[in-house]
């Protein structure tokens, strides 16, 4: 227990406290989501102080109701008052799970409903036609073919991309092991073709990139021969995407959207899917059914004769 210390009758701004370390130190979160809670609790705080609440005990589901208004006057999106909420529930869960306490006033409230816009993908000609777009002839070609490869045939978020070290990748082995948001570890298979393209770089075209006064572990490097950033894959990206004339808006991500649409495109088991992608909530993984859907949509109106 965290709150050893703590009690119903301690002030919001320690109980705040308490709960932000324990999202830091016991759950590892993120810096990111470290961030996040902590800009959402305080704007719940300040709204309570203004409301002259400073107890726990003080705090009921109309003050609630009245601070989501509040997010909205100041227009805040429906996503982000969503979050906010979900900050607030998990605050006090945590306090009822620490002091022995039965108060919510989060109980009943309903948030925001989102709508989750289905993610362009790329078809799997489109795949093929960028994968074969860096000229393996140099180290950077290398690099890059390397790159798109992997992260397409595993899905990955580009941060888990980049942040992938020579000790991930055993030419005899058929597994990454990715460390993904929250610093959770998943093995994701890997394909003959990406591990073909990591095996060419790391022969021919990482040590080229590599400086000996710059020893790093990355396994993708820049021209410095330091490990390369998002940014720096921002740009890389958009140089190849430069040579073509495709109207699907492509972002990092796009690959792994592509990843999942194609795996349940081909008959993949939605539960493997969301294992594969590190998903906590198969709900975030769903939305690739309705890409598929769409997909299929399509199918119909290009090639059955009473499709339009």
Not at 2 to 30: G, N, P
Not at 86 to 108: A, N
Not at 243 to 255: A, D, G, L, M, Q
Request: charged letters at 25%.
């Amino acid at each position: 227990m965290v709150t050893s210390y703590l009690s119903v009758r301690s002030s919001l701004d320690d109980l705040c406290d308490a709960f932000i370390s324990y999202m830091q130190l016991e759950k590892s979160a993120s810096q990111n989501t470290f961030e996040s809670y902590a800009l959402d609790l305080k704007r719940y705080l300040s709204f309570l102080n203004d409301k002259g609440i400073d107890q726990l005990e003080n705090i009921t589901s109309n003050h609630v109701r009245q601070w989501l208004q509040l997010l909205y006057n100041l227009g805040l999106v429906d996503s982000s008052r969503a979050r906010n909420l979900s900050t607030v529930r998990s605050f006090h869960r945590f306090l009822i799970r620490e002091l022995d306490t039965d108060h919510d006033p989060t109980t009943g409230i309903q948030g925001p409903r989102i709508h989750r816009p289905i993610p362009e993908v790329l078809t799997y000609d489109q795949i093929q036609d960028l994968l074969a777009l860096p000229k393996t002839g140099t180290p950077f070609g290398l690099r890059d073919r390397a790159m798109f490869e992997v992260i397409y045939a595993c899905g990955l978020r580009v941060s888990e991309l980049l942040g992938l070290h020579k000790t991930n990748f055993r030419a005899d082995g058929d597994f990454l092991l990715i460390l993904g948001k929250g610093s959770k570890e998943r093995l994701v298979p890997i394909g003959a073709p990406a591990k073909r393209a990591v095996q060419q770089y790391l022969l021919n075209g990482r040590p080229l990139l590599s400086k000996p006064k710059k020893r790093t572990d990355a396994l993708f490097l820049n021209i410095r021969g330091e490990p390369l950033s998002r940014m720096g894959f921002w740009k890389i990206l958009n140089g190849y995407l430069a040579e073509v004339s495709w109207k699907t808006r492509v972002t990092p991500h796009t690959f792994r959207h592509s990843f999942a649409t194609h795996l349940l495109e081909g008959g993949a088991d939605l539960r493997s899917v969301q294992e594969m992608l590190g998903h906590a909530d198969i709900s975030t993984t769903q939305i690739y059914t309705h890409v598929d859907r769409e997909f299929l949509k399509e199918q119909i109106r290009s090639f059955h004769p009473r499709g339009h």
